[in-house]
């Protein structure tokens, strides 16, 4: 299926000015290298330190002014010497571009990372769904007493009710002379019904207790139901304000949960990673059209708090119709405890997901001789390890290897 020549492990290098596609284009959350170590966001006003880590201008101030000391590795730092804008994060942010959460609907517009929410805030395609049920509209809860009016939903009735206060009394004033008219109560005594529900009811007074006088006609225990109708609407709007603010607590904490279950998967995979590229076809599609776009998949660890190593897929700047696949070493808090160079076996296999027997395996050793195996001195090292020719990109594409628009690639890492 491949080229039939021998493929040879060797250090390659990404070239200057790459653009990455990143994994996660559903989300706003940012790369681990464009993420500030204090608020987790997307760095704004980067600067860099003089011990080498990226913050956000006003988060790296406010720690300062409360420890005077590096968040990361408890360097002393001052403000003045020791921090400086980190100009080139700051444009490569700018040259980000995110597509529209609502480009489903038609929306095509695409702005900055740091822009994105305050978008979403005013596109235009940001309605909710149309129902394709059909209209089911509920009557006014007045109804009885002559209000004509019906609703969509439960909240336009909520609202229709606190507007139209003044016309509801009047639609059960007009009522109650109805009943007056009918019946003499002046002459007549009342009847059994009424009694049984002036005995059952006590309305409120206005600090919530109940008073223990019943009532003693109908006009007293309509106003009655009336106030009561009052507490209750009150009531249930202060319910909803508390049932909002606990959804968005739960929303924001299944994200992180969510995000500290990846950390932890990350962290604690041995060196054994499966990388699942979605959406692999426009990925491709993009490579193909600019060679130096590259995909980058997340660091992962050979134990907890060992070496950390991601895999990058790009386009071969040798030869445009092969896919090249190599590592790349990482930062991580605990390198000064760690042995360099790195030494271990690599091994990598390109899953073909219609017949297992053509899957593409392919194991190399590290050279430490490799500036690519020597401790990082950025967060992703420039150097990487692999192969130049991995795969010819059409016979990825025609031979069973993509399903579901997506792409597997499975990397094993052992140290010796």
């Not at 394709?132 to 229709?160: L, W, Y």
């Not at 009561?228 to 924001?252: F, G, P, T």
């Not at 020597?374 to 290897?401: H, M, W």
């Amino acid at each position: 299926m491949f080229q039939n020549k021998l493929k040879n492990a060797s250090e390659g290098i990404a070239p200057m000015g790459i653009t990455a596609l990143n994994e996660t284009v559903d989300t706003n959350q940012p790369e681990s290298r464009y993420e500030c170590p204090v608020c987790l966001n997307w760095l704004r006003d980067p600067v860099i330190t003089t011990c080498g880590h990226k913050f956000c201008k006003s988060c790296i101030t406010s720690w300062l002014q409360n420890s005077g000391h590096c968040p990361i590795d408890n360097i002393n730092l001052s403000m003045k010497v020791d921090i400086f804008p980190d100009n080139y994060t700051k444009r490569e942010i700018q040259e980000h571009r995110m597509s529209c959460p609502f480009a489903a609907k038609g929306c095509t517009i695409k702005v900055t990372p740091l822009d994105l929410d305050a978008h979403i805030a005013d596109c235009t395609f940001n309605q909710p769904e149309a129902s394709t049920q059909s209209d089911i509209r509920v009557p006014c809860s007045f109804q009885a007493v002559g209000c004509k009016e019906t609703f969509e939903s439960q909240e336009d009735m909520n609202n229709h009710l606190h507007a139209d206060i003044q016309s509801h009394m009047s639609y059960l004033m007009n009522a109650y002379s109805e009943i007056k008219i009918d019946n003499d109560l002046s002459n007549t005594s009342i009847d059994a019904k009424e009694q049984e529900a002036m005995n059952l009811w006590e309305a409120p007074d206005k600090n919530g207790a109940k008073s223990s006088a019943p009532l003693n006609n109908t006009s007293a225990l309509i106003r009655a139901l009336y106030e009561r109708v009052v507490v209750l609407e009150q009531r249930n709007r202060e319910q909803d304000i508390v049932i909002a603010n606990i959804s968005k607590q739960l929303s924001a904490f299944a994200v992180a949960k969510m995000k500290q279950n990846n950390d932890m998967l990350l962290r604690y995979c041995m060196g054994n990673y499966i990388w699942k590229i979605d959406n692999f076809n426009a990925r491709l599609n993009a490579m193909l059209k600019d060679h130096c776009k590259m995909l980058y998949s997340p660091g992962f660890y050979t134990s907890p708090n060992g070496y950390r190593f991601c895999v990058r897929l790009n386009i071969s700047p040798q030869n445009p119709l092969c896919f090249a696949l190599h590592v790349h070493l990482m930062k991580t808090d605990y390198d000064e405890c760690l042995e360099w160079p790195f030494n271990g076996r690599i091994s990598f296999a390109m899953i073909n997901q219609l017949n297992q027997e053509l899957t593409q395996r392919d194991t190399m050793m590290s050279n430490s001789n490799l500036v690519a195996f020597r401790k990082p001195t950025a967060e992703i090292c420039l150097r990487g390890f692999g192969y130049t020719e991995y795969a010819v990109v059409s016979d990825v594409v025609r031979n069973g290897f993509i399903k579901e628009d997506t792409l597997v690639i499975k990397v094993a890492i052992r140290c010796v």
